[in-house]
């Protein structure tokens, strides 16, 4: 138990000692409350205070703070980036910075790859400590507001984030199982401008009620087609893995915005030229763009 604790202050250690005095306040309020969160954990000691600010604006004079939630392969990532277009705030996929970070020669990386290659999740402290630095990185260059994709994934998680911020929205995007893994084993990333696109192509009959979906493939344009890759952590064993732990793990945090009002369910009807003006509708949104592209 104590080397257990011992651990957990060593991994957040960092986070808390001397540099913190420079962190934003939302950086710090993360590594305060997951601090906070666990009984188990005591400040460092020369730490032992709680840093005093508040991170809560009036959601008058800040941009939005939603939340995307659902299953491996629903479409967090397509319309939580559409949607920060939209809106102009960042769209943060806590999964985009562990991969970034797996991906460099940092020390974590070695251990990042055998948790994410074995679809399980990364400890709350590292997800903690990129998610806070990303935020604060974006600070720093005037971003304001967020779409979090990926985050939180745990109770824990939700409840450091409740504890910090007000989140106004969660969206929480509903598929088929069969359908979610079909579009994780289509889902392709060209290795040199980073673009996703998806080779699935998904018809399947409605039966027993449920509805029929229809999803045309998102294929590359010809500069990136012969520089596709596929995620390490996109193989049928892994994602049957990753489903399993988002059923027991993540779940949970949907009724944890269900109870507070927050959670608006949303059921895709299909690929994006289907659910993306449904998604506007039920968020009351308009996409002139997107609009004016259809007229043309
Ligand atoms: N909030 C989080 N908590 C713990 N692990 C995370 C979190 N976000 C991402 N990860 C790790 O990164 C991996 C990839 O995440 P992501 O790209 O969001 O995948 P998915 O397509 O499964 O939603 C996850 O399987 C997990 O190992």
Redesign the pocket.
């Known amino acids: 138990m104590a080397a257990a604790r011992l651990n957990r202050l060593l991994k957040l250690k960092p986070l808390l000692s001397s540099p913190s005095l420079r962190f934003s306040p939302i950086r710090r309020g993360l590594c305060a409350a997951a601090l906070d969160s666990d009984a188990d954990v005591r400040f460092p000691s020369g730490l032992d205070h709680k840093p005093s600010f508040s991170i809560r604006r009036d959601p008058k004079e800040r941009n939005v703070q939603w939340v995307f939630l659902?299953?491996?392969?629903?479409g967090?990532?397509t319309y939580a980036s559409r949607l920060s277009h939209l809106l102009g705030v960042p769209h943060i996929?806590?999964?985009?910075?562990?991969?970034e970070e797996l991906s460099s020669s940092g020390p974590l990386s070695q251990q990042?790859a055998e948790?994410?290659n074995q679809?399980?999740?990364?400890?709350?402290e590292?997800?903690i400590s990129l998610?806070s630095k990303r935020i604060e990185n974006g600070e720093a260059k005037g971003e304001s507001g967020f779409i979090l994709?990926?985050?939180?994934?745990?109770i824990r998680?939700a409840e450091i984030l409740e504890g910090v911020t007000d989140i106004d929205l969660v969206i929480n995007l509903k598929l088929r199982e069969d359908v979610l893994i079909q579009k994780?084993l289509g889902r392709r990333i060209c290795s040199q401008c980073g673009g996703n696109y998806n080779i699935a192509s998904i018809d399947i009959k409605g039966e027993n009620g449920k509805p029929p979906i229809c999803m045309a493939p998102l294929l590359p344009p010809p500069s990136c087609a012969s520089k596709l890759i596929t995620?390490a952590?996109d193989t049928e064993e892994v994602v049957k893995k990753?489903l399993h732990?988002?059923n027991e793990m993540s779940q949970p945090v949907e009724d944890f915005y269900r109870q507070r009002g927050k959670l608006l369910e949303f059921d895709l009807p299909g690929g994006i030229p289907e659910s993306w003006p449904k998604l506007l509708q039920a968020l009351n949104l308009e996409d002139h763009d997107d609009k004016q592209s259809l007229a043309a």
């Open positions: 659902g299953c491996p392969g629903v967090k990532g996929a806590t999964g985009d910075l562990v991969r990042l948790i994410v679809g399980k999740l990364v400890s709350d590292i997800i998610l994709d990926g985050f939180p994934r745990t998680q994780c995620r952590d990753r732990i988002y």
